[in-house]
């Protein structure tokens, strides 16, 4: 029984087959490696000083008291940096180590290197730091006000990060023409991504100048271009290797320590240097789900079609941009979500302020508009008394419609089907006698909300894999992984592709994670992209280095023959190749063996298509990846049960329909949406992020609170497996699209339970409790 | 302090300072990284570990504490024959998605099967929410120790 083997490991894992990932056994006996686990022989230690205030001129900083602890061995400031000290990735707006201000509590103001954890903290706290305090913004409403402080005096924007505006029709005039309208503002708050292993890493300034580092990160190519502006070194001389990550969400996307690690491995006398963030540390300085304040108007005509959407948002980014821009565009492309609606004004804006850095996370900008357009729809169908799966059915998407921006949609579009479904699932049909059968002191609700995410890139940046595999001499396939896996498991599907062309068992299978010096820049570990951009390439190399192994082995069965044998009759089979007319079999060692080192390395580039259409409106997001070409979308359904004595919230059922395309591996596909879900759950109810003045209150896990086992229910994942020409065997992407439309749900759900909406932050027992008072129903049977 | 404790069936006498935390200990002094930490504090169940069978939180226990004790971290789990068991089910059922959250739950996983052979969903959950887990939403890990106490009793359903 404790044969660690599947009996059937030897078999080849087809596509559209669940195959265990190949990292899992590593990852249960603790023989994998995460980048914090590593701990080289003479290491030392580095620590980041933070400042004590949100916003604040640097005047001084005195190191000698620090440096004259025992076992101190460097305390850097900005002025030991020789590059451009900026990081960023579109806007180098952010320094390793504040030079002229800080602008939150978050920054870095010193780093230090010491032999032992004692000797840097003692050291972190012997740092004398002299600042002339700075009047801070917190409100991201009062970005633009005459009399807040600029964050960024060099910005001709000054606190605008960036603003946008999507116009079609006349959404004025179309809404004085709706038979019902309904106006609703929603704020979301910041989300923690708490992946469980925090930002880590140990770098080493090798003899011959490389600086090498192994880290968590989502970005390893990136990375190293982006350090060696900040850093003063050449690209060349920067490898960046990540191993497995413990998590990432979108939080390891772009530098968090590598700036750090570079400097700290530049001062240390050639000794290995190593930073590994406690979580206090990792939420203070990390970045976070960028909170939103919106104000949606929507109106349709009698029938229930939607005929305008007139919505504002206002994103904060915090103190930097990180990857800001971008979220904005997306959340712009994705704030009147998957439907009709032919007269939209949609105006934005992101700004600054000194609150926490706010950047990438699942779902990127579409969790935070869903929230406010999915109640928005809900409660028009409440005013129009429309049933709120019904009306969004009637006016969902098709291929070939407009999307609320104008853009034609050319590319798959299920979000039909995956209503159809959800209607035809038994939670939805017996959801009257469902919500009648409260228990005593309790409420029952059911919501449901649907979304659209965008895949890939967008137009601006190509979004391109460079896949790498090899035969190697034994008969083994090695797959070079080109993006960070963080745990999402494309590094396995990347195998099972190559196994389902080449008709290879998984066991066959081995995987080099991403590492500057031998797997190939293939973009970033985001986007839900992955799979589909480095997917796409796979196949393409498998099927390259198929040919060639083929052609050898068909060379082979020739001179055997003596007759020409043609490439089609070779079937490449687990182990071996069989000449199929003559039935003659080739072990496929032998025949890797007859093959040139470089044959049996194979390479291919795929380029996903962008979509090029014109817009009318919204020009100045293109360059941040607005318009996509394809999306995944998704219904999902929240049961839930509220005590009307406590005001506790427990959700009974979660239901996710989503087309992401073709179904690669079912399992992963599961463990993507019921992830994805989790963290939505944990979004809607739990995750109560709190910042006053700029200080982070809930700043570590027992303050922070993270959904136990006891707070997910068991979900249920139906896919609408659609077919997209464009996708590695048809799949779109589904990384990000299971936490989109969670908190909405839940919220709709509770305003049924209740009879009243909680339009603001994190839907908690307080408020249910409130309002449950406001109808009446507080301590109800 | 003299330490000597039994690690992973193995004798182990290290000299240590006794207010030493044992995942520092683990994870620096002896090479063993398959003990993760994540928050320092006691919440979330990664850096997990059995002392004489029971489930414990390496970051919230010292060095002095090992004396004597019998521990089994997530790199000994193999050569248990019932781990193997619960570790085969982890990989099969799609319980591992980053694996950080991996040796701490199948050590508290082990725990819990000894005292509760038979559990009920219910049960795993409860005795699981203190390991937590942001990549799978618990529904996979919680299939596979169902699945792992089924094998445990000799595969009868």
């Known amino acids: 029984m404790s044969n660690n083997k599947r009996p059937d490991a030897g078999f080849v894992r087809e596509i559209g087959c669940s195959a265990p990932r190949l990292d899992a056994a590593d990852k249960v006996t603790g023989a994998a490696v995460f980048a914090a686990d590593l701990y080289p022989a003479d290491l030392l230690w580095a620590g980041v000083k933070r400042p004590e205030h949100p916003h604040a001129r640097l005047l001084a900083i005195d190191t000698a008291a620090a440096l004259a602890i025992p076992g101190v061995v460097a305390v850097l400031t900005h002025k030991d940096i020789k590059g451009s000290n900026r990081l960023g990735i579109f806007e180098k707006d952010q320094p390793i180590l504040a030079d002229e201000r800080v602008r939150h509590y978050g920054d870095a103001v010193a780093l230090l290197l010491a032999e032992s954890k004692e000797a840097l903290a003692a050291a972190m706290a012997a740092v004398r730091v002299e600042y002339e305090v700075l009047p801070a913004l917190f409100d991201p409403v009062l970005s633009q006000a005459a009399d807040s402080p600029v964050l960024h005096p060099q910005r001709s924007a000054g606190n605008l990060l960036i603003g946008g505006e999507i116009r079609r029709g006349d959404p004025a005039e179309a809404l004085t023409q709706a038979a019902y309208q309904v106006t609703l503002t929603v704020s979301t708050t910041w989300q923690e991504h708490a992946f469980l292993e925090t930002q880590a890493g140990v770098a080493q300034l090798e003899t011959d100048g490389t600086l090498t580092m192994t880290v968590s990160t989502q970005t390893p190519f990136r990375d190293r271009l982006e350090l060696a502006e900040a850093i003063g070194l050449s690209p060349a001389k920067i490898h960046v290797i990540a191993p497995c990550l413990g998590g990432g969400f979108g939080g390891k996307d772009g530098i968090t320590v590598q700036g750090f690690l570079a400097l700290a491995a530049m001062h240390s006398g050639g000794r290995p240097v190593k930073l590994w963030y406690s979580r206090e540390e990792s939420i203070l300085a990390g970045t976070k789900r960028h909170p939103l304040q919106a104000e949606y108007t929507l109106g349709c005509d009698q029938t229930g079609q939607l005929q305008a959407l007139s919505a504002r948002l206002l994103f904060d980014t915090g103190a930097y941009a990180s990857l800001g821009s971008e979220v904005f565009a997306l959340a712009m492309e994705n704030a009147g979500g998957p439907y009709r609606i032919p007269n939209v004004a949609i105006d934005g804006a992101a700004v600054y302020t000194n609150n926490p850095v706010a950047g990438a996370f699942r779902g990127f900008g579409v969790p935070q508009v869903a929230a406010a357009m999915e109640q928005a729809i809900d409660e028009l169908a409440r005013a129009g008394g429309f049933d709120p799966l019904e009306l969004r059915r009637q006016n969902a998407v098709v291929r070939g419609d407009s999307s609320p921006t104008g853009v034609t949609l050319t590319g798959t579009v299920g979000i039909g089907e995956c209503l159809d479904t959800l209607a035809r699932h038994p939670l939805w049909q017996r959801r009257q006698s469902w919500l009648a059968a409260a228990p005593r002191f309790k409420r029952r609700g059911i919501g449901i909300a649907a979304v659209a995410q965008s895949i890939g890139y967008g137009p601006a940046i190509a979004d391109c894999g460079n896949a790498k595999m090899e035969l190697l001499a034994d008969g083994r396939l090695r797959v070079y992984v080109g993006v960070s896996d963080m745990g999402q498991g494309n590094a396995s599907t990347y195998a099972q592709i190559a196994g389902h062309i080449l008709g290879q068992p998984m066991d066959a299978m081995e995987l080099v994670f991403p590492d500057t010096a031998r797997t190939l820049p293939s973009g970033s570990a985001s986007a839900s992209r992955t799979t589909f951009t480095y997917g796409n390439a796979m196949i393409r190399a498998a099927e390259l280095l198929g040919e060639r192994i083929k052609a050898r082995a068909a060379l082979m069965v020739s001179f055997q023959l003596l007759h020409s044998v043609k490439l089609e009759d070779m079937a490449l089979l687990p182990g071996r190749l069989q000449h199929v007319p003559s039935g003659r079999s080739l072990p496929l060692p032998l025949v890797a063996t007859l093959m040139d080192a470089t044959e049996r390395m194979a390479t291919a580039t795929y380029t996903a298509p962008v979509n090029d259409q014109p817009l009318d409106s919204g020009v100045n997001l293109r360059k941040h990846g607005f318009p996509h070409r394809l999306a995944s979308y998704g219904v999902q359904l929240a049961a839930l049960e509220v005590d009307t004595l406590t005001g506790e919230t427990e959700v009974c059922e979660l239901l996710s329909c989503i087309d992401a395309g073709r179904v690669l591996n079912p399992q992963l596909y599961e463990q993507q949406v019921q992830g994805g879900v989790a963290q939505g759950l944990g979004y809607a109810l739990f995750e109560e992020f709190t910042v006053e003045q700029g200080r982070i209150k809930t700043g570590d896990l027992s303050t922070y609170i993270l959904p136990t086992a006891l707070d997910v229910p068991d979900m249920l994942t139906v896919p609408v497996s659609s077919h997209e020409p464009a996708g590695p065997f048809g799949m779109k992407g589904i990384g990000e699209i299971g936490i989109d439309a969670v908190l909405p749900a839940v919220a709709n759900a509770l305003a049924t339970a209740t009879g009243q909406r909680i339009a603001g932050g994190t839907l908690n027992a307080e408020k249910v409790l409130a309002a449950l008072r406001h109808t009446g129903q507080e301590a109800m049977r | ?157």
């Open chain 2, 1 to 157: 302090m003299n330490l000597s404790f039994t690690l992973n069936g193995q004798q182990v006498a290290l000299e240590v300072a006794p207010d030493r935390r044992v995942v520092d200990l683990l994870r620096e002094d002896l090479n063993m990284g398959g003990t993760k930490e994540c928050c320092g504090s006691g919440e979330c169940g990664a850096c997990t570990i059995l002392v004489d069978g029971q489930s414990q939180l390496s970051c919230l226990m010292l060095a002095a504490q090992l004396q004597g004790r019998s521990v089994l971290t997530i790199e000994g789990a193999a050569a248990d024959a019932d781990a193997a068991i619960v570790q085969q089910a982890f990989v099969e059922h799609g319980a591992v998605q980053c694996g950080f959250c991996t040796p701490g739950m199948i050590l508290a996983t082990l725990d819990l099967l000894q005292r509760i052979p038979q559990p009920n969903r219910e049960q795993v959950r409860h005795e699981l929410s203190g390991n937590l887990c942001r990549c799978t939403g618990y529904q996979k890990i919680i299939d596979a120790v169902m699945a792992a106490a089924v094998s445990l009793k000799g595969g009868q359903r």
